[in-house]
């Protein structure tokens, strides 16, 4: 048997913050201990004041694979992932070919998948026009839920779907338990802002700001809800961009209605009014909107009213990105973030004199909870995977290409200077991240849905 102590001044577990040893046996957190109770016959790796998070899991990250490896692959994400704190990703079922949608294209995703993965992963499945019936079918394949668009999502292969069709999967939705993650935008304010933006000069962000307005969001939101209130199905709200999003979403669950809601690092650190005309590194959808309305996201944190933080790691090759010309039309909306979203969301949030339990929070246990994992995902606690992050809430550094370790190293976050640093990363008791460095091999596994169906 393999004994292991991690211990630290500063373990982070769901009880707060507390020196500790953490007790490990064969990859598992065997108990929490005083930090001068580990076993005599364990390897013991001691931190000090450094910090021990759990495993962060992202739950939204788009690794493109396979059929577009030249963007993002399993090897060079979960690469970024592991140097960024994380532990597990849940793939999204767009940008890869074949899109994720049927049980096919889940076994193209695992045997893509094999052999190249850093950290754990898992799956979501699609609901597009005409998949119905794949519903069920995906979940008793092992997907973890499903992931839905209500506005055309940029890319082909990937089908938005209507009110009309969500009546028709919903039903699945709702038998197999698992949640529906929805793009809450609806195209109908977008059109007609777009429409009104004819002649406007797309270099500048305020234009493009401009044509996705907050009423695509709140519209979207509305529905649903109504929706959710119709079917009982679990519903999560992706990417919430608009602050004024929050008291819908409250006010449903207040109702007793299984709603979630994530933001993203992006719309926690930056402000529409510092991003200059033609940085179209920043775009994304729904974009990143003002002061005003990041510091209400920043309440609806503090409040409870948003469960979770994940990256959107959302890469594509540096042409996509129109760095020359700026163009803020034409340009991909994505943002690559995995390498340094837990650095950019800890920035912001000890500013606002938020601790690190909160971050395990919001980045851990959430979506772990989110992806029906946290029995073993996004915890320190007896029965959990042995996955930690070693960080350093104090060290300051600034972004370059070299901390990134995706495929592209381009980044918004590129020159800014942001606080907190990994150190190492350990999945399952196994150092997978060690200050720059990747020892060992890809020993990452597919963390499948075991749910049975209603």
């Known amino acids: ?82 140097a960024g704190g994380y532990t597990m990703l849940v793939d999204m079922p767009l940008n890869c070919v074949p899109a994720t949608t049927n049980v096919a294209a889940l076994e193209a995703k695992r045997a893509a998948a094999r052999g190249k993965c850093r950290v754990d992963w898992a799956a979501w499945g699609g609901l597009v026009s005409g998949n119905a019936r794949d519903i069920e079918l995906l979940a008793a394949a092992g997907v973890l839920g499903f992931k839905c668009f209500l506005v055309h999502p940029g890319i082909e292969g990937f089908t938005m779907v209507s009110e009309r069709e969500l009546r028709e999967a919903l039903p699945h939705v709702a038998r197999t338990g698992l949640p529906l993650l929805v793009h809450a935008e609806l195209p109908g304010p977008i059109d007609a802002a777009t429409s009104a933006l004819a002649d406007a000069d797309w270099r500048s962000y305020g234009t493009y700001l401009k044509s996705r307005p907050h009423e695509a969001e709140l519209e979207a939101i509305r529905l649903m809800i109504s929706l959710c209130r119709e079917f009982r199905f679990r519903l999560h709200i992706v990417h919430l961009a608009t602050s004024k999003g929050i008291g819908l979403l409250q006010s449903a669950r207040a109702e007793g209605l299984p709603v979630t809601v994530e933001t993203c690092p992006h719309y ?68 690559a973030s995995l390498a340094a979203g837990l650095s950019a969301t800890w920035t912001e949030a000890h500013r606002r004199g938020f601790t690190l339990s909160a971050i395990a929070q919001w980045m851990a246990e959430a979506p772990a909870r989110l992806a029906g994992r946290s029995n073993r995902k996004g915890r320190i606690a007896a029965g959990c995977d042995a996955d930690f992050a070693v960080f350093d809430p104090e060290a300051e550094f600034q972004v370059t290409q070299k901390h990134l370790q995706q495929r592209h190293a381009i980044s918004p976050y590129e020159g800014e200077r942001l606080k907190g640093t990994v150190k190492k990363t350990f999945l399952r008791g196994e150092l997978i991240f060690d200050e720059g460095e990747f020892p060992g091999g890809p020993i990452g596994r597919e963390n499948p849905s075991d749910r049975k169906l209603r």
């Open 268 to 335: 926690l650190y930056a402000a529409a009014e510092t991003i200059p005309d033609g940085a179209t590194l920043w775009k994304c959808a729904p974009p990143i909107r003002s002061g005003e309305n990041r510091e209400k996201l920043w309440r609806g944190l503090r409040d409870g009213a948003i469960d979770l933080v994940v990256t959107d790691h959302s890469p594509c090759p540096p042409p996509m990105k129109r760095l020359g010309e700026g163009n803020f039309q034409t340009a991909w909306g994505g943002i």
């Open 1 to 82: 048997m393999s004994k292991q102590a991690f211990i630290s001044r500063r373990v982070v577990t769901p009880g707060g913050v507390r020196a500790a040893a953490v007790l490990v046996e064969d990859g598992t957190i065997r108990a929490i201990a005083p930090p001068n109770e580990a076993p005599s016959d364990a390897r013991v790796y001691s931190f000090g004041e450094l910090a021990i998070l759990p495993g962060l899991v992202d739950t939204h990250v788009h690794l493109n694979e396979p059929g577009r490896a030249e963007w993002e692959g399993f090897e060079t994400g979960t690469r970024a992932a592991a």
